[in-house]
């Protein structure tokens, strides 16, 4: 089993920057992607960003690309998502999710998920 553990949500101004963490404990190292989503209030979880195992190969859905960079350390059992050039329509609970495969941008491909955590842009 995976476990996954968000943190580094919080409230920031739009054009501010934040970065989100995922812990990660269990058999990460059969975890060949990691990947983060997002949910806003009424809509549906959208995929935001992968990374490969070696960290090689990332993807980004394109609304943020260029803003957002995710990375991972593997020897700390960690993913990032460092978020910069923030905007009100960045506002979610950002997920953080596993599988054992490569990168899908389809939620219901990752069969491991963390709580999420809350990021706020205020206008």
């Known amino acids: 089993q995976v476990q996954l553990v968000e943190s580094g949500g919080g409230l920031v101004q739009a054009g501010g920057s934040l970065r989100v963490s995922c812990a990660t404990s269990g058999r990460t190292f059969s975890m060949r992607t990691m990947a983060w989503f997002r949910q806003a209030p009424g809509k549906e979880r959208e995929f935001v960003s992968a990374?490969?195992?070696?960290?090689?190969?990332?993807y980004y859905t394109d609304s943020v690309k260029g803003r957002f960079t995710i990375s991972r350390d593997n020897a700390k059992n960690q993913v990032y998502l460092q978020m910069t050039s923030l905007k009100p329509e960045d506002t979610a609970v950002y997920y953080c999710?596993?599988?054992?495969?490569?990168?899908?941008?389809?939620?219901?491909?990752?069969?491991?998920w963390g709580h999420g955590t809350q990021v706020t842009v205020s206008s």
């Open positions: 999710a596993a599988r054992p495969w490569g990168a899908s941008q389809s939620a219901a491909e990752y069969g491991y």
């Open positions: 990374i490969s195992w070696s960290g090689g190969d990332t």
